[in-house]
């Protein structure tokens, strides 16, 4: 037994594990209510996608990763639901790429940016942004418009995991590279994205770490042609195709 009160070897018990941790997330004020409702829909596409990274999404967690090292300013952007799901993975992709963390809400209140922040340090980051709200997204009339100037402002690349569509399009609007993490790959924000890694955030967050790790160091060509080589409509074509037909994936789980 661990966080659940289910053994690993239930058939749901990934699924099951990841509802506690929004549970968890909503009891300790880092995850909104909203959150609920958002957990379920991935949940529905996961569970259509056979809860498994299929090959299209692994390619888009590489060409992230190859983004973020190349990168002059790499931020991820962390919401309530992100927070309560996996802090501890952000915090090691951010040590492992050199990116800022950057709390980012679209339900923002003063006390829940607080307790995120507090959440992330208690998984081991040493900075976290997003407090200080002195700049502006361009054309966002919510509150997601509110950013750091020294951070999701000056970064090249964001990756924007559970994103709304308008910030989305607004960060393009930008001209910042855009990863985003979305089960839905017929989401507005998973369709702007430079990147879009079509999974779910458990997997993805530590997927795109794994690659960095492998890829650190390595020549800036090799960066380049990983991106060049990197398909966005084939990957969100591919992870439509696996959630209608079940094209690729294991047996789903009952
Ligand atoms: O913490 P806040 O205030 O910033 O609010 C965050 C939520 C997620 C509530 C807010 O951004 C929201 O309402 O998002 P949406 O519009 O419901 O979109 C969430 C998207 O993320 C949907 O397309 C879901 O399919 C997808 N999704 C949900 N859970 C996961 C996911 N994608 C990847 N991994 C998940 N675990």
Redesign the pocket.
């Known amino acids: 037994m661990s966080e659940v009160e289910v053994p690993e070897s239930h058939p749901r018990y990934d699924s099951l594990l990841?509802r506690h941790r929004i549970e968890a997330g909503v009891e300790k004020g880092i995850?909104?209510r909203?959150?609920l409702?958002?957990?379920g829909?991935?949940?529905?596409?996961?569970y259509l996608l056979g809860e498994e990274t299929i090959p299209s999404a692994d390619a888009a967690a590489r060409a992230a990763a190859a983004h973020f090292l190349l990168a002059d300013h790499p931020v991820v952007s962390v919401?309530?639901?992100v927070a309560a799901?996996v802090p501890q993975e952000v915090v090691e992709l951010a040590e492992v790429t050199g990116a800022d963390l950057e709390v980012?809400?679209?339900?923002?209140a003063d006390e829940?940016m607080r307790a995120i922040a507090d959440h992330l340090r208690d998984h081991g980051a040493t900075a976290v942004k997003g407090l200080r709200a002195d700049a502006r997204i361009p054309g966002l009339d919510h509150e997601?418009a509110k950013v750091d100037a020294d951070g999701i402002a000056d970064a090249d690349v964001v990756l924007v995991?559970?994103?709304?569509?308008d910030r989305a399009e607004a960060l393009g609007a930008m001209d910042k590279t855009e990863v985003v993490?979305?089960?839905?790959p017929l989401?507005r924000?998973?369709r702007t994205a430079t990147v879009p890694i079509v999974?779910?955030?458990?997997r993805?967050v530590p997927d795109i770490t794994a690659h960095a790790r492998e890829l650190r160091g390595a020549e800036r060509d090799t960066f380049e042609g990983i991106i060049a080589d990197f398909d966005r409509q084939a990957a969100l074509d591919a992870a439509e195709l696996a959630i209608r037909e079940g094209e690729g994936t294991s047996p789903r789980k009952e």
């Open positions: 990841t995850t909104s909203q959150g409702i958002a957990q829909r991935g949940e529905a596409f996961d919401n309530g639901n799901l980012n809400l679209f339900n923002r829940r997601r995991p559970l994103e709304d569509g993490i979305d089960l839905n989401s924000s998973a999974d779910n955030v458990v993805a």
